[in-house]
């Protein structure tokens, strides 16, 4: 029922920019949070940023806090990732996932859709 989808991803320059998206495209649902997660080839899904859709507070991961910001919009139901300073370390499959009942952490706990993925992909 909810559909969420990912935009933005694709090749960059280390030092260079990106921002991603994230849309429901299913029936307008309210959520208590939206986050995003990356897995590369071989690694653990790791925890990049989240954002409470009401107050609008915010968390990052620690290898990607001051370089990256998230942010909602929540009249479009759309949640973005603004990446910055981008480094190869960066380059992974980029999940989107929302959070419906508000028991969601920092790891893959309590996150209830996830979307397709987005790939970013950083050039040394």
């Known amino acids: 029922q909810v559909q969420l989808v990912e935009s933005g991803g694709g090749l960059v320059q280390a030092g260079g920019s990106l921002r991603l998206s994230c849309a429901n495209s299913?029936?307008?649902?309210?959520?208590?949070?939206m986050g995003w997660f990356r897995q590369a080839p071989g690694k653990e899904r790791e925890f990049v940023a989240a954002?409470?859709?009401?107050?609008?507070?915010?968390h990052y991961g620690d290898s990607v806090k001051g370089r990256f910001t998230v942010s909602r919009d929540n009249a479009k139901n759309t949640v973005y990732l603004q990446m910055n300073s981008l480094k190869p370390k960066d380059t992974a499959v980029y999940y989107c996932?929302?959070?419906?009942?508000?028991?969601?952490?920092?790891?893959?706990?309590?996150?209830?859709?996830w979307g397709q993925g987005t790939q970013v992909t950083v050039s040394s």
């Open positions: 996932t929302t959070d419906l009942d508000g028991d969601s952490n920092l790891e893959w706990i309590g996150w209830d859709y």
């Open positions: 299913g029936p307008p649902v309210s959520s208590y949070a």
């Open positions: 954002v409470a859709l009401s107050a609008g507070n915010t």
